[in-house]
């Protein structure tokens, strides 16, 4: 008999099952080295190479300089598990930085997909070994206990509703020295400053016919209060129409959740708050190809300096731990 908690898992799967195949039917190549422009994603950082590595690529750097500065193993390369690996483009540029991972997610298309741009990998035979596992992060049995050198969740960790039995789960799986790395949204952080804001810069690149969508100036201030509050809701994925979810557990756990269950069993080595609004930008981005590069870099950076003013407030952090009873 199939359970709710059964029924849920399924959702997530087949959600993330239909997006793949949507997505590498339309010209998606999940790689941050050999991924091509795209024009099917009308505002993702996946539309265009630049952006990918001004997004994707550098939480790449930042992850891969977390194992490779925290992790020593004595018997070869790092052994990473990453949570969530979905297509696979993370998992493979570790493994071509000399980390052995192995890549698990829920989704079976994802999985499939991750195999076959692996097997299609021109720098493959200099990577590391790779593989990738399709099941249920907290029952797979092709995941020993006390293996890996690092776990890594790259925007995975916000899908548990459980963060408690998870990062147990995760402490498990590590060495007695190993490291947990996590990358993640935090939703509720989100400000109403933040929906102003973003607001603010997409009505002034649609006044410039800038921006993949129509943001008018609001013709009144009840219209500008409505507008504020739709991306608000928006941003926080909270709309009443769930639009920006991408499935059912997208928006399980914050930061209220997350990074008290995370210093709670590890010690924390680093941390980071990272940014707030371009990734709300730049895929959306319709100047001309140099220009658009160009904002994005600056957008990029403009971010990143009203985080640290904290003018914003960053909806992004970096963690990296281990485990305290070691």
Same mark, same amino acid.
């Given at each position: 008999?199939?359970?709710?908690?059964?029924?849920?898992?399924?959702?997530?799967a087949?959600?993330?099952?239909?997006?793949?195949?949507?997505?590498?039917?339309?010209?998606?190549?999940?790689?941050?080295?050999?991924?091509?422009?795209?024009?099917?994603?009308?505002?993702?950082p996946?539309?265009?190479?630049?952006?990918?590595?001004?997004?994707?690529?550098?939480?790449?750097?930042?992850?891969?300089?977390?194992?490779?500065?925290?992790?020593?193993?004595?018997?070869g390369?790092?052994?990473?598990?990453?949570?969530?690996?979905?297509?696979?483009y993370?998992?493979?540029?570790?493994?071509?930085?000399?980390?052995?991972?192995?890549?698990?997610?829920?989704?079976?298309?994802?999985?499939?997909? =991750?195999?076959?741009?692996?097997? #299609?990998?021109? /720098?493959?035979?200099?990577? *590391?070994?790779?593989? $990738?596992?399709?099941? !249920?992060?907290?029952?797979?049995?092709?995941?020993?206990?006390?293996?890996?050198?690092?776990?890594?969740?790259?925007?995975?960790?916000?899908?548990f509703?459980?963060?408690?039995?998870?990062?147990?789960?995760?402490?498990?799986?590590?060495?007695?020295?190993?490291?947990?790395?996590?990358?993640?949204?935090?939703?509720?952080?989100?400000?109403?400053?933040?929906?102003v804001?973003?607001?603010?810069l997409?009505?002034?690149?649609?006044?410039?016919?800038?921006?993949?969508?129509?943001?008018?100036?609001? =013709?009144?201030?009840?219209?500008? #209060?409505?507008? /504020?509050?739709?991306?608000? *809701?928006?941003?926080? $994925?909270?709309?009443? !129409?769930?639009?920006?979810?991408?499935?059912?557990?997208?928006?399980?756990?914050?930061?209220?959740e997350?990074?008290?269950?995370?210093?709670?069993?590890?010690?924390?080595?680093?941390?980071?708050?990272?940014?707030?609004?371009?990734?709300?930008?730049?895929?959306?981005?319709?100047?001309?190809?140099?220009?658009?590069e160009?904002?994005?870099?600056?957008?990029?950076?403009?971010?990143?300096?009203?985080?640290?003013?904290?003018?914003?407030?960053?909806?992004?952090?970096?963690?990296?731990?281990?485990?305290?009873?070691?």
């Open positions: 008999m199939q359970t709710e908690s059964d029924a849920t898992l399924a959702a997530e087949h959600a993330f099952d239909r997006q793949i195949e949507e997505r590498v039917a339309h010209g998606h190549i999940p790689d941050l080295r050999t991924c091509r422009p795209c024009d099917w994603f009308y505002n993702n996946w539309r265009r190479p630049a952006y990918v590595q001004l997004d994707f690529g550098e939480q790449f750097e930042l992850i891969n300089a977390a194992i490779h500065e925290h992790t020593h193993p004595a018997d390369p790092p052994k990473v598990l990453e949570v969530g690996c979905g297509p696979g993370l998992s493979l540029e570790l493994a071509r930085a000399g980390s052995e991972v192995t890549g698990l997610d829920l989704s079976p298309k994802c999985v499939q997909i =991750a195999e076959r741009f692996a097997a #299609e990998d021109p /720098f493959a035979s200099s990577r *590391a070994p790779l593989h $990738y596992v399709a099941g !249920d992060f907290q029952q797979s049995p092709a995941m020993p206990e006390d293996w890996f050198d690092a776990v890594v969740f790259l925007g995975a960790l916000h899908h509703p459980d963060q408690s039995a998870t990062l147990d789960r995760a402490a498990r799986l590590l060495k007695h020295d190993g490291i947990i790395v996590a990358h993640e949204p935090v939703r509720d952080r989100v400000t109403r400053g933040n929906a804001f973003v607001h603010l997409r009505v002034l690149c649609s006044a410039q016919k800038g921006f993949y969508k129509d943001y008018p100036v609001p =013709a009144d201030a009840a219209t500008r #209060e409505r507008e /504020f509050e739709r991306l608000f *809701a928006e941003m926080r $994925y909270e709309s009443d !129409d769930g639009g920006n979810l991408q499935s059912v557990n997208d928006n399980e756990a914050g930061y209220a997350m990074y008290p269950a995370l210093t709670a069993r590890f010690e924390q080595l680093s941390f980071d708050w990272r940014y707030a609004f371009f990734h709300e930008l730049i895929g959306g981005l319709r100047f001309d190809e140099q220009l658009n160009s904002l994005a870099h600056y957008l990029r950076e403009i971010d990143r300096e009203l985080c640290r003013l904290e003018v914003l407030s960053a909806t992004e952090f970096f963690f990296v731990g281990r485990h305290k009873s070691h």
